[in-house]
């Protein structure tokens, strides 16, 4: 063969390898979504921190390449660094160290205040069984069903960490359907709110949160920890990892360890967990009948989630004595969305009555939400074992 032969033989070989020669059509819708997800991200600020590396992992993930190359250089290629990554996925390491960042940055002391505001975010969860029964309906298993159902807490690594364990082969559209929704929060909740109050309840004044001492705020992480894994000793990852970031915040003597966890750490594995989502969302997999049912049921599930909490406050107040009832606006807050869906409910109160601060108040349900999600999840978990 002579030098002119080789190059050419070699540079046709070549050609088998690039982008171009193993582009298919889904591949290219992949690639679009991925670049309509950056786009909400920058452009109409939708959760930048998550749609961002979600829509970048989108297009990376379905970049076409031979898969008999052996490059290994795909998410399912045995070694590749996108496969060692997707591990932490896969595995369920991630969730349990979000949950670790979301206990060090909570202030828990609304909700220790109120107590009884935690019954807004134990409504909430309505969603998440209501979406369970729909799943079965639609014709999932059961354990692929608590992995959708999941989605109704409007909590993407709660999502997560349950469908790796129940419902591997649809995690990747489970977690994209869940942080869509969760960007979606803005767009979604008021809509649900207006619908469901009248002006005098949006104009609902609550008194101050009253003070809570240091040691209320040390003993309520164990109390909690011990409380809610003795019920449901599945959920002890989330739970677990929880409470010990608050802990680590509250006790006055970890305040290095419990920014760490909060802020340095929390951005690592954000950054990691939604470029893996992202990259596991492959056209193969993605773009099934499955897809689009998920998305609907997920859906149907985060209105149902809105609509308990809003809903659970005005039965509330037909029992509370009027100088103690409750405004309705911080029943969105039942969702896990933190602290989200707590600005929607402070911002939405200031919208009829701008001296009505509502958001101290939202956050006793919004962080009881992100209890009340992780025990749901454990108690499908348990379920299903």
């Known amino acids: 063969m002579s030098f002119t032969e080789f190059i050419i033989s070699n540079f046709n070989e070549f050609l088998t390898?690039?982008?171009?020669?193993?582009?298919?059509?889904?591949n290219l819708i992949m690639i679009a979504v991925g670049a309509f997800f950056i786009w909400l991200a920058i452009r109409k600020d939708f959760e930048p921190l998550l749609l961002v590396p979600i829509g970048l992992g989108i297009i990376l993930g379905n970049i076409p390449f031979r898969a008999d190359a052996g490059l290994e250089i795909g998410l399912y290629e045995d070694n590749s660094v996108l496969?060692?990554?997707?591990?932490?996925v896969r595995q369920g390491w991630y969730p349990p160290l979000i949950f670790l960042g979301i206990g060090a940055m909570t202030d828990f002391s609304a909700l220790i205040a109120n107590p009884k505001?935690?019954?807004?975010?134990?409504a909430a969860q309505f969603g998440i069984f209501g979406a369970y029964m729909t799943a079965l309906a639609f014709g999932f298993e059961p354990n692929q069903a608590a992995g959708i159902a999941i989605i109704g807490g409007a909590d993407g690594p709660t999502a997560i960490f349950l469908s790796s364990k129940t419902a591997p082969n649809l995690m990747g559209a489970i977690a994209v359907c869940a942080y869509s929704y969760m960007a979606l929060v803005p767009v979604i909740q008021p809509l649900v709110m207006r619908m469901m109050t009248t002006k005098k309840e949006r104009l609902i004044r609550m008194k101050p949160v009253r003070?809570?001492?240091?040691t209320e705020r040390i003993l309520f992480p164990i109390i909690g920890l011990l409380m809610t894994t003795f019920i449901v000793p599945s959920g002890l990852p989330l739970l677990g990892m929880l409470f010990f970031g608050n802990l680590l915040k509250e006790s006055g003597k970890?305040?290095?360890?419990a920014k760490t966890a909060g802020n340095a750490l929390?951005?690592?594995?954000?950054?990691?967990?939604?470029?893996?989502v992202g990259c596991s969302t492959q056209a193969s997999e993605f773009l099934t009948l499955n897809t689009?049912?998920?998305?609907?049921?997920?859906?149907?599930a985060f209105f149902v989630a809105t609509m308990s909490g809003v809903g659970f406050v005005k039965i509330m107040n037909l029992f509370l004595p009027k100088d103690k009832k409750i405004n309705p606006l911080i029943g969105n807050a039942g969702v896990s969305a933190v602290p989200m869906a707590a600005r929607i409910s402070n911002n939405l109160g200031l919208e009829y009555d701008r001296h009505n601060f509502l958001l101290m108040h939202a956050m006793g349900p919004n962080v009881a939400g992100v209890i009340g999600s992780a025990v749901a999840a454990g108690a499908l978990l348990g379920f299903l074992q």
């Open 211 to 214: 003070n809570v001492s240091q």
């Open 17 to 26: 390898y690039t982008g171009f020669a193993n582009a298919t059509i889904p």
């Open 254 to 257: 970890t305040t290095r360890l």
């Open 83 to 88: 496969n060692i990554f997707y591990q932490g």
């Open 292 to 300: 689009i049912f998920i998305f609907a049921i997920g859906a149907g």
């Open 117 to 122: 505001l935690i019954l807004i975010g134990a």
């Open 266 to 276: 929390n951005d690592i594995v954000v950054m990691l967990l939604g470029l893996t």
